[in-house]
């Protein structure tokens, strides 16, 4: 089973993904955690054009055929052997990311990144998608409290509020994937929610 978290900068996908992890390997299951971009060699490269590299500006196409060559090279060599393996694997960003992102955010043509973005990940698609949803200014200050700064991050507020609201209209677009998870409260009662939901898909 595959299960992606998605959302804003600062919406707590990470924390939210490691606590997902830790609680299914505490009830007995086999979990891998992982992220994207930024698996293995080529990701960290591309993570670091991408993200990091603030001499080069980036043509918005050239950025979706980045993320989606880390996410191929990401689905073949670690997600999909997993997969077959019987494991669980949580992904903190999949191809949604990169639909939002450089579909609404990048106002790219809107077919041709989702079809893109899906193709990269061949035949894998997530069995559940959990998406974090928080007002964009929260999620911003939340962020500079952290540091940890990538280029993405400092696009204005009106990118950002592109991506929450691309967001919002894919999990519309697929309510029986997407669970939308109110993430502006504490960290324990989120957990609690998508640990709930995860244990009843994987009990029915
Ligand atoms: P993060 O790992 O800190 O979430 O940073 C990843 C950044 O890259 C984040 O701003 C979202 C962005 N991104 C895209 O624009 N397209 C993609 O396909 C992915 C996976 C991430």
Redesign the pocket.
Known sequence: MLITFEGI?GSGKSTQAQMLKDALIEKGYKVSLT????WGRLGHLIRTII?EDRELELDPLAELFL?CADRAQHVKDYIEPRLRNGEIVIC??FYD??IV??GHGRKLDMRFVTKTAKSSAGETTPDMTFLLNLPVREGLSRLKERGDI?K??EEPVEFHELIRQGYLLLSRREPDRFFKINADRDPASIHEEIKASVLLRLTS
Do not use: A
Request: glycine share 6%.
């Open positions: 900068e992220r994207e971009p930024g993200l993320f903190d960003r990311s990169t992102y450089q990538t993405m991050d």
